[in-house]
Nanobody, 130 residues
Framework: QVQLVESGGGLVQAGGSLRLSCAASGRTFRRTFSNYAVGWFRQAPGKEREFVAAIAWRGGSTYYSDPVKGRFTISRDNSKNTVYLQMNGLKPEDTAVYYC???????????????????WGQGTQVTVSS
């Protein structure tokens, strides 16, 4: 069974920081998690789901959307079967439900598109107050 569990969301003031975690659960998934590329997406009320960041399998290359570049950092610890999203300099427009997604590839060809990922977490709410 493939399952992703996000955590770390919450309420923070503008300029603050949060670190989101995306943990793999399920025996087989945990054993092979290093073979999955992982992406973070977010969805604000009334808006479409948008790409935030992605990291290739085995701790490879990282990619960011323009709105978060320079503020957010994606990383992974395959020994802990977890991918992190460190978010600094948060802005009210970062308010959204954040989802992590995984696909068993080095990196999906269109890593910024939600349909490239098969496995999704339940999401964690991030709210940034002004």
């Amino acid at each position: 069974q493939v399952q992703l569990v996000e955590s770390g969301g919450g309420l923070v003031q503008a300029g603050g920081s949060l670190r989101l975690s995306c943990a793999a659960s399920g025996r087989t998934f945990r054993r092979t998690f290093s073979n999955y590329a992982v992406g973070w997406f977010r969805q604000a009320p009334g808006k479409e789901r948008e790409f935030v960041a992605a990291i290739a399998w085995r701790g490879g290359s990282t990619y960011y959307s323009d709105p978060v570049k320079g503020r957010f950092t994606i990383s992974r610890d395959n020994s802990k079967n977890t991918v992190y999203l460190q978010m600094n300099g948060l802005k009210p427009e970062d308010t959204a439900v954040y989802y992590c997604a995984a696909e068993r590839l080095a990196l999906p060809c269109f890593y910024g598109e939600y349909y490239e990922y098969t496995n999704w977490g339940q999401g964690t709410q991030v709210t940034v107050s002004s």
